[in-house]
């Protein structure tokens, strides 16, 4: 099993694109995410939604698996600009 990790540009992507679809603003859900406080990100989301995140964050296997669909990467690609 790889050891997986999102490069800076992929988490500020990930993080740009989390802020515009919950409204916030991703230097303040990037510091939160930073200082351990990662649940009060989830705690705007619908609860369904939450746990399919946390479920996700849980597995790195699945996270990988995510981060590495074709879509997800293209969404990824657009979101910095390549």
Known sequence: MS???????????L???AGKKM??????LKQQMQ?????ALLDALPQDKREQISALI??????EQF??????????QGLMGR
Not at 3 to 13: T, W
Request: proline share 10%.
């Open 23 to 28: 409204g916030a603003d991703p230097k303040k």
């Open 67 to 76: 981060i590495q669909n074709p879509k997800v990467q293209q969404l990824l």
């Open 35 to 39: 200082d351990g406080r990662s649940d």
């Open 58 to 63: 849980q597995n790195p296997q699945a996270m």
């Open 3 to 13: 050891q997986f990790q999102l490069s800076p540009s992929q988490m500020d992507a």
């Open 15 to 17: 993080l740009a694109m």
